[in-house]
């Protein structure tokens, strides 16, 4: 009954470092997002994909690239770390177009100092 | 482009108030509309949703009916509890994205004392 993992939960950054926020899903869903939220600004989408091989950008990809080799998996990696990519990272999946729910995982909060 | 306007937070009430949470929206064509929860420390869940004119979304004992007329969709609550209080998130989805994406409200904060 795992749903939507994302790992780590936490994570302090050095500015320039690089890292990469896993995401993973165990509902066979065929899309997936990343998003980021900021306090009293919603959620902002990054990136999204349809299927495995397939991406595409969203509202605030600047900083950020993706991949999606398998269903399963939908990792983010920031290449060069600044402050402006302080916030908490939401990776979500849902099974398809039309009115399906999303589902998201629990979030990682990303600290650059 | 697309937006969702909800009302600033927090809103601040007693255990058994009414609730109501003002939403609005700006789309192209006729958006599917969407209320997320979440709870401190967590993702966000779906709470209920709508898909055309007048369809009235409910879970949990929250209700919103989508009201193109007047481009909104307001969260309402007869009763709220404690255990309500979290961030409340509009959102919506339209053709022009396949549907495949959404465009989230800044959230609304609720809190409820016993």
């Known amino acids: 009954n795992a749903g939507v993992t994302q790992t780590p939960k936490f994570r302090i950054l050095k500015i320039g470092q690089s890292m990469t926020l896993q995401c993973t899903q165990d509902m066979n869903h065929n899309y997936m997002y990343w998003y980021r939220q900021d306090p009293g600004m919603g959620l902002k989408l990054i990136y999204y994909?349809?299927?495995?091989?397939?991406?595409d950008k969203g509202e605030v990809p600047n900083g950020y690239n993706v991949s999606r080799s398998t269903t399963e998996d939908f990792p983010l990696r920031l290449e060069l770390a600044a402050p402006s990519q302080t916030s908490v990272y939401f990776c979500?999946?849902?099974?398809?177009?039309?009115?399906?729910?999303?589902?998201f995982g629990d979030g990682t909060r990303l600290s650059i100092l | 482009g697309n937006s969702v306007t909800q009302m600033e937070g927090p809103v601040t009430l007693s255990e058994e108030a009414f609730l109501t949470i003002n939403c609005t929206y700006t789309a192209t064509g006729y958006p599917s509309l969407f209320w997320y929860v979440q709870y401190p420390g967590e993702g966000l869940q779906l709470l209920l949703k709508a898909t055309k004119a007048d369809d009235k979304g409910s879970n949990k004992g929250f209700e919103a009916t989508y009201r193109k007329e007047t481009t909104s969709f307001h969260l309402e609550k007869g009763s709220v509890q404690v255990s309500d209080s979290a961030v409340y998130f509009c959102?919506?989805?339209?053709?022009?994205?396949?549907?495949?994406?959404?465009?989230f409200g800044k959230g609304t904060m609720l809190l409820v004392s016993p």
């Open positions: 994909s349809v299927g495995a091989g397939i991406t």
């Open positions: 959102a919506l989805s339209d053709r022009n994205s396949g549907y495949s994406t959404l465009t």
């Open positions: 979500a999946s849902s099974p398809g177009q039309g009115n399906q729910p999303q589902h």
